[in-house]
């Protein structure tokens, strides 16, 4: 395809690498960007060095930080002793925002993917355990998704912090809010009958 | 939300002003940009800056080129004679992709829309009257969009040329492939039905 000029190409092509973004999305934005005059090339331009120059891993809990502690570990209002366990900062944020935790995180930064060749050491997870005596952790929650990969991290998990003396939890995992059970699959059912809880006896 | 690290806040809210990426879209884009290790971030910055600086308009046609005149305007094996007007050059594209065009094109990077404040000087259509004389245009296409103010525009274009002594033609509005009638607009329907072209006689 040589109808645009070859910068032009050039940059629907930048826009393609990112997650989401198809030929025509990338089309569409790069067109939108030719056309911008508030300076909107000049501003993602520079965002995108400076965010790559600027922003480092948490030196405790390994989530995007721009200090050597995120906001999250040096904040002193939160209660220690819990962890949450995340595969990767997205995560933590959709926690975040659900306002219910209000504990520490330990972000990974993936899974467990052994057809990947991700092993346990491509992972935040040998720091894991270092923490909990550290910070004198009582319970690791973990938070990994509900995938066949999210479920075998989660298992490792398990495995290698027994024995530790840490109570150690699973997010429930059930039908969501707002659902409907007809049109859920066969699985989530299954785990939400196995994690019912009672609510009157 | 402070969650982020500023300078991540600051990306993820850039990536949200390109036409169709919200909130959520951003933060996993910025998040994928910050994790990627092939330089897509110093890659996708340069092209920001090269796309501004180097493409223009095509003193010819308006379409966006990297030279005084785009490879179409300059491409001899197309036919002269036949000017294609399309409101964009993503139209302008769609066209080319569908192979079905061998002529010129004319770029108005807009629709007349009095309502915003846009009329035909916002628009690039008073160098359309120039071409006409200039390149012996036999025929003009109207490839504006089938909605109200790419109609408006296209029957602007028609009342100003009209008089010229050039034949003015509209792409045909109708039923599109692998569509169902059941589900059509009455108005597609309606210019379906009024196009109708006569197969056998």
Redesign the interface.
Known sequence: ????????E??IQ??T?????GQK?A??????????QKG????????????????KFCQVCFN????DL???CRDNRRANGVICIVE???D??AI??SGSFNGRYHVL?GVLSPLDGIGPEDLKIGELVGRIEKEDIKEVILATNPTTQGETTASYVVDLLSGIGVNISRIALGVPMGSTLRYMDPATLRHSLKGRVLVSS
């Open positions: 395809m040589d109808i645009y000029p070859k910068s032009l050039n940059l930048q826009f690498r990112l997650p989401g973004i999305s089309t569409r934005v790069a067109l939108y960007v030719l056309k911008n909107l090339a000049h501003d993602l331009a520079r965002s995108l060095l400076e965010v790559k120059e600027k922003i995007f930080s721009d200090n995120c906001s999250i990767g900062p997205g933590q944020l975040e925002e930064h």
